[in-house]
């Protein structure tokens, strides 16, 4: 298959990571940007493409990242430049609420056909995943006639206000900004890795515990919507077992209220189909997306049942730049991307690679105590040997030692002990597999 890239795709180190342009830059960086940016490696991009980045040393990275589950149809990606280039030629910007344009449409109409369930849908765009999670819990609530909203321990759902109040975790993303908006409830998450009463009994304890906490603490006749990841992204990649989801969306069909399912990290192929609530069997009322929606440019979507999309009144949704004519352009050629190059099989395929292989360092580390995902995005939880307590020690020593190799690995999860693997799924093999061996390493040095 084609990388979409004329980038060589090979891990090479020329200089030191960072090299001595990129560190000279960075205190340019420091001295113009908020200290309240982070960054995951000290070094300078200046192109990309395929499976890895190169910095303005000449290094080659290897990206197993994708810019957090972004560039899923890898860097620059052939189609999404020739239509970006297009685009950006004919036309910048309308704002498509005064005067519209076919990519917009084109690009709903996609989503209406990809997203799950065969009922009439219908799509509003916006710019990122936290402005798709607000105008979902908008719509939601304009239908339903109702406001709580329920969402879990170790979700991630954005960085505004009610995002952050959706999100569970304090630090960094909430501490000290509050106060935070109301009728937002947090549940228990089943994660069958640390659910006291064992893995096994993990579905169906945890959703006994959900209702009826939704039941008692909220009251049935108030709730608006479930909001849940099928696999949380921020939280460590983790997977509910097969019944809590569709538990859930039942529960909500059942109560009138809506079920959205937040596919911002999971959609677009990474999980080895199109949408990960597919493997569920579960059709959500409001699906949300952004990430790997388009190639890179900023683009997020809620698309759902066209009787509750309709509900909201004319005006009632909507902003500036939502469905940029350049973003949607880009959304078509990563879209044609997906489904031209079967990346939904590629995703599989890569994570049967990611999978094996770390599986089999679970069987030589003690430290790795759980390994989890779908498709291509895979992840290990670190411990203490023996026992289930976060080892966050050993993945800031295996993520620096990987940085230092030439391989860019995202870190994740609650306890800050989570590795997690998001290859572009256009990733050659033999990448894939250098990457995976220098993170053996990275592992085995960390003991
Ligand atoms: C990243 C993410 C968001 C927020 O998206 P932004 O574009 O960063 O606002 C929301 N939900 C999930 C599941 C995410 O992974």
């Not at 908006?181 to 169906?204: D, L, S």
Request: aromatic share 6%; with cysteine; net charge neutral.
């Amino acid at each position: 298959m084609s990388t979409g890239s004329n980038i060589p795709q090979v891990r090479k180190l020329v200089t030191a990571i960072p090299g001595p342009k990129s560190q000279a830059l960075m205190q340019r960086r420091s001295d113009a940007v908020s200290a309240a940016l982070g960054m995951t490696i000290p070094v300078m991009v200046e192109k990309a493409g395929g499976g890895v980045i190169v910095d303005i040393d000449g290094n080659s990275i290897i990206d197993m990242g994708s810019g957090i589950a972004v560039v899923s149809v890898g860097n620059s990606a052939d189609r999404v430049v020739k239509n970006v280039i297009n685009q950006v030629q004919a036309f910048t910007h309308t704002c498509f609420m005064v005067a519209p344009y076919m990519g917009y449409i084109e690009v709903c109409e996609a989503l209406n056909r990809l997203t799950p369930g065969t009922g009439k849908k219908k799509s509003a765009l916006f710019n990122s995943g936290a402005e798709a999670l607000e105008n979902a819990v908008k719509i939601a609530r304009r239908f339903t006639k109702r406001e709580a909203v329920v969402v879990f321990e170790h979700g991630y759902h954005g960085r505004t206000n009610l995002t952050m109040a959706m999100t569970a975790k304090n630090m960094p993303y909430k501490d000290g900004f509050g106060p935070f908006t109301p009728e937002i409830y947090r549940m228990p998450m089943a994660y069958p890795f640390r659910w006291p009463g064992g893995a096994e009994n993990c579905a169906n304890e945890a959703l006994d515990v959900v209702l009826h906490k939704i039941e008692k603490e909220i009251g049935v006749n108030r709730l608006a919507a479930i909001v849940i990841e099928p696999i949380q992204g921020e939280g460590g990649f983790i997977v509910p077992p097969k019944g809590f989801i569709a538990g859930l969306s039942k529960f909500c069909t059942d109560n009138g209220a809506l079920f959205i399912a937040d596919e911002v990290q999971t959609g677009f192929a990474r999980t080895g189909v199109m949408f990960a609530c597919e493997d569920e069997g579960v059709v959500p009322d409001l699906i949300t997306t952004a990430k790997g929606i388009a190639g890179g440019l900023p683009l997020a979507a809620v698309t759902g049942r066209a009787d509750v999309m309709d509900s909201v009144h004319a005006g009632g949704l909507g902003g500036t730049f939502g469905g940029s004519p350049i973003a949607c352009a880009a959304a078509l050629g990563a879209i044609a991307t997906i489904e031209e190059e079967k990346l939904c099989d590629r995703a599989l395929h890569l994570g049967k690679i990611m999978r094996e292989s770390l599986l089999g360092m679970q069987k030589t580390y003690a430290i790795i105590g759980d390994v989890r995902g779908r498709g291509a995005m895979q992840a290990i939880e670190l411990v203490l040997p023996g026992g289930i307590e976060p080892n966050s020690a050993a993945l800031a020593s295996i993520v620096k030692y990987c940085q230092v190799n030439g391989v860019l690995i995202l870190s994740a999860g609650t306890y800050g002990n989570v590795i997690r693997l998001l290859p572009p799924l256009v990733m050659p093999e033999n990448l894939l597999l250098d990457a995976l061996e220098i993170l053996n390493q990275g592992i085995a040095q960390a003991i």
